[in-house]
């Protein structure tokens, strides 16, 4: 499995926890060891989206390779 399949299947297993509080999140990209994500519903315009994107997200798909840096679509 590609670095960037890990980093989908870490994302689907994520999604459920943004969903319950009305958000998602979308893969937009993967370029090197930066992913691009879109946050969509509640997150969207959440004021604790990047603490979300950086804090939760990003520091699980770390678990992955700890290089990867999250970055947020707009």
Not at 11 to 32: S, T, W
Request: glycine share 8%; charged share 30%.
């Amino acid at each position: 499995m590609t670095l960037e399949e890990q980093v989908k299947a870490m994302l689907e297993a994520l999604r459920p926890m943004l969903q319950q509080d009305g958000g998602d999140l979308e893969f937009v990209k993967m370029e090197g060891k930066t992913v691009t994500l879109k946050l969509v519903g509640h997150c969207g315009s959440c004021p604790y989206a990047m603490m979300t994107l950086k804090s939760g997200i990003e520091q699980k798909l770390r678990e992955l390779d700890p290089e990867l840096v999250v970055e947020r679509a707009e």
